[in-house]
């Protein structure tokens, strides 16, 4: 038995966001059946279905096909909000309720159903009709005004964090709300937009603004208030250095042969070495340049200052601790054989997650979900030929 083994979900998402939460609860074992209309590999929503992306998002599912504009398709999908405890959507609001599924709707169906939602900006205010977008997310929420180079101009990020937020952080909302359940009997409508979930995790960013007043700006690859940290050039590539507070600055110092810089006054506390950091970092630097990377990542971790290479994701993987943590995970897919995918990072010691089943194909579970739901052979062939199931 996983940990979510018990529960019961449905996935009617699409792109990221969405499909980033229910993996997290797949990998543990939650039950769970993605619905996609029957034309979905012609939209081709998060990119085609046998790309490495894809297989990534949608593992340990099961899939159906419906076409929701349809009133048998309703109809089979309230079936399943019976047997259900979460329900996951990323609709539009206005899609959810034209098609009859939104949230009170499937609560009058299920008092107990967990009902997941997730949207560009909320389910209510002005912007709610507004389609939703990593990138505008990430503009709007503050991101892209602290990323890069300073007056270079904004810069997103080089992955799409606030769908990957949103995921995650609604994952988490379905497991308090589950755990309330536990108390309360009854479910819950659970909220999250990529807006407001940008902003969360803007953090002390944020939290600089909203206490003191401070618009902060782009630092580049400077930290904006450990200094110094950031990236240093060495003979045969780049390192990230990390110091954080005076003792790891002075170790960092006697590593390095720059002892003059613990009691000068230009970088003796952390105020003066924000201060002056260009001239702080070009000490550093000319002193990176005389060895390799390998060396400053050992000499530096052996002296507890963090230090560490930068690598391209072919370097990722080749990496010893990498390996060792397990963060590559191969699987069987019925078509393209086995393939290799993200593993879980979440590890639990009783009951881990388990990369078990390849993103199934299309319709893949229609017709052993419709018999588990008690309906024949015939009634699904004339679903099929109508176009209601796929």
Not at 103 to 127: K, T
């Amino acid at each position: 038995m996983q940990a979510l083994s018990r529960f019961k979900i449905l996935d009617l998402t699409r792109v990221r966001a969405g499909p980033t939460c229910v993996r997290q609860l797949a990998d543990h074992g939650a039950q769970v059946i993605k619905i996609e209309s029957p034309d979905a590999d012609k939209a081709q929503l998060g990119g085609p279905r046998h790309g490495s992306d894809f297989q990534n998002l949608h593992r340990n599912k099961r899939g159906i096909a419906l076409d929701l504009k349809q009133p048998e398709a309703i109809a089979i999908l309230k079936e399943l909000v019976k047997w259900a405890d979460v329900l996951v959507e990323n609709f539009r609001p206005d899609v959810k309720d034209r098609l009859g599924i939104g949230y009170e709707a499937m609560a009058a169906i299920n008092p107990r159903l967990i009902y997941a939602s997730m949207s560009g900006f909320g389910e209510d205010g002005p912007y709610r009709m507004r389609p939703g977008f990593d990138q505008i997310a990430q503009g709007m929420g503050g991101l892209m005004s602290v990323t890069g180079e300073k007056g270079r101009g904004p810069m997103r990020a080089g992955i799409p964090l606030a769908d990957l937020t949103t995921g995650h952080l609604t994952a988490q909302g379905i497991l308090i709300a589950l755990l309330e359940r536990e108390v309360s009997g009854v479910g819950q409508w659970v909220q999250t937009s990529l807006l407001a979930s940008q902003i969360a995790m803007m953090d002390f960013q944020a939290a600089r603004y909203l206490m003191e007043g401070e618009v902060p700006g782009q630092a580049g690859n400077d930290h904006p208030t450990n200094i110094p940290t950031g990236v240093f050039q060495t003979s045969d590539g780049y390192i990230n250095i990390a110091t954080a507070g005076t003792p790891i600055y002075h170790r960092l110092c006697r590593a390095m042969g720059l002892e003059d810089c613990i009691d000068d006054p230009l970088f003796s506390t952390n105020k003066a070495r924000s201060a002056n950091r260009v001239a702080l970092n070009a000490r550093i630097q000319a002193v990176t340049l005389t060895n390799t990377s390998a060396y400053w990542v050992d000499s530096l971790n052996a002296a507890e200052v963090p230090c560490g290479p930068i690598y391209k994701m072919d370097e990722v993987f080749a990496d010893p601790q990498v390996k060792h943590l397990g963060m590559a995970v191969s699987v069987n897919h019925p078509k393209l054989g086995d393939i290799t995918i993200v593993n879980q990072p979440i590890k639990l010691s009783r009951t881990p997650a388990a990369i078990v089943k390849a993103t199934p194909e299309l319709g893949a579970d229609t017709d052993a979900v419709l018999h588990e739901l008690g309906h024949d052979a015939a009634t699904i062939a004339a679903w099929r030929a109508k176009g209601v199931v796929g």
